[in-house]
């Protein structure tokens, strides 16, 4: 599903109006009238009184769209303008003048605290329709006071369009931000809906068609896509009778050291699981005894590491030698950021030239050097979370945070290779920039070992095949997608990394068969 900025959505509205010839009141009465009509079947049953905040753009002339439906179906409807009605222009006036029409109370409050309190204690389920996806400044004022009761009545929330206070662009509150039951969106979902924190004040999203053609995505372009069940599908290869493990690849996995052992196995039996042929690990000589006594379906190579259980650099030759005819290598897992380890990393990225998935202490190596990335040239999948990728951009981990989208673009254009930047949501960035959002995943993945997994889940799709797109995007949502499954039957809080290998074959079953479930509603 394409998603936008909503710089981009505007450009979309601006095409529609301008070129195609749809009057924006139009796009307003459809896009509150669907919003109306969806919210009518699914929460007002059983509901009198309804409780509209309306802010002073066309987020409230929405709002009065909603308003005129609700009092037309006889429910007991206040619609409460934060803002003097002669502030109101365009479309919004023209909306609050049909709701008025009809008899419809417009309660002016910027002054009027008391009012506000009232209307939404006595509401039964609240609009809010106060700010919409262009604000870019902190919420303040009457706005703020509004947010923050809305946020403690406890009563349900739809939001049009984007729950007020958010960034649309980042997801980040700008400052105070209603945490909605429900966000129904027009024509196309916007970022900060998708990646966290906008997504848990967003709640349940909507995206509602107001009749924008679809051509518009190839004349105005688009901002990236939210992958989706139908996508992996569409990337899932038929297994032929006839072939073999040789026709899977064979994954080499250069990891471990002493006390990280776990992340060298896991990685490992994760490549393994997801249908990899076979699997080498490629491991300190004195830990090989550990790895091997664990490992029964993955083999072990140990090298030579001068009895300490670090790689060092005159392993080079040995693991070079090794690792020629593989089909693909994982490094980094529980490596450690010993100087001649990280040198062995730095040396093996720049003169093996085979495809890389670079994790953990494989990045930190990176540190001060990512000009190597840039200049080898590899067709590589780099799979920081924050604090890691800081260490490579000298970025602090909450600025990595405050605007992923616009640091991982910077990394891929800087050295060429391919992102995953972990995280809440982890999203992806092709070598050429392009952007896809992974909506699965909850806390349960907040724990150690999680990321070798998905580490070694993308290895071992890139091993059958798949392209570096495709196994990214494959991997993270297998990974996510096994974690909610997790918590409908336990909790976020008990999930080892280990048992996301067990959920591997009923994630695929469910995606082939089309039965995976729907993380954000598509509705006309």
Known sequence: MIVLTPERMAKYDGYAINTWGMPSDVLMENAGRSTYRL????????KKRVAIFCGRGNNGGDGFVIGRYALRDGFQ??????????????????????????????????????????????????????????LSKPVGGVEKKVIDE??????????????SGIDGR??????????????????YPKIGQIL??????????????????????????????????????????????????????????????????????????????????LVTLLIPASLNAIAASKLTEVMTHPVNDKGNGYFSLSAYKEIADFVSDKDIIVMGPGLSQEPETTALVRKLYQTINKPFVI?????????????????????????????????????????????????????????????????????????????????????????????????????????????????????????GYIADTWIERNTNMDLLAGDLLSGIGEALRDIRDGEDRIYIEKSL
């Not at 139908?230 to 002493?258: C, Q, Y």
């Not at 990728?389 to 050295?415: A, C, H, Q, W």
């Open 196 to 277: 966290q924190p906008g997504a848990y004040h967003t709640g349940r999203l909507t995206v509602i068609d107001i009749s924008i053609p679809s051509y518009i995505e190839h004349k105005v372009g688009f901002d990236g896509r939210v992958v989706e069940g139908s996508m992996i599908r569409d990337f899932l290869k038929e297994r032929l009778p006839w072939d073999h493990k040789g026709t899977f690849g064979h994954v080499a996995v250069i990891a471990g050291s002493p006390g990280k052992t776990g992340a060298a196995i896991m990685t490992s039996l994760a490549a393994l699981k997801i249908g990899a042929g």
């Open 150 to 163: 809305i946020n403690a009545s406890g009563k349900p929330v739809i939001a049009v369009d984007i729950p």
């Open 170 to 187: 980042t997801g980040n509150p700008l400052g105070h931000a209603v945490r909605a039951t429900h966000t129904f969106t027009y024509g």
């Open 39 to 46: 919210t009518k079947e699914r929460y007002l049953a059983g």
């Open 359 to 479: 994790d953990a202490d494989g990045i930190n190596a990176f540190q001060g050097h990512t000009a190597i990335i840039k200049r080898s040239k590899r067709k590589a999948i780099f799979t920081p979370h924050p604090g890691e990728l800081s260490r490579l951009t000298g970025m602090t981990p909450k600025e990595i945070n405050n605007d992923r989208i616009g640091v991982g673009l910077r990394f891929v254009y800087d050295t060429g290779a391919n992102l995953i930047l972990k995280g809440a949501r982890t999203v992806f960035f092709s070598d050429k920039g392009e952007l896809y959002i992974n909506p699965t995943g909850n806390p349960a993945l907040a724990k150690g070992g999680s990321g070798d997994i998905l580490t070694g889940f993308i290895g071992g799709i890139l091993s059958q095949g798949y392209t570096a797109i495709e196994a990214s995007i494959m991997g993270a949502y297998l990974h």
């Open 77 to 134: 409807t206040r619609t409460f303008l934060l803002c003097k009605v002669s502030d109101l222009k365009g479309d919004a006036a023209l909306n609050m003048g049909l709701y008025r029409a009809i008899g419809g109370e417009v309660v002016e409050c910027p002054d009027r605290p008391r009012s506000i309190k009232e209307g939404i204690r006595d509401a039964d389920i609240i609009f809010d329709a106060i700010f919409g996806t262009g």
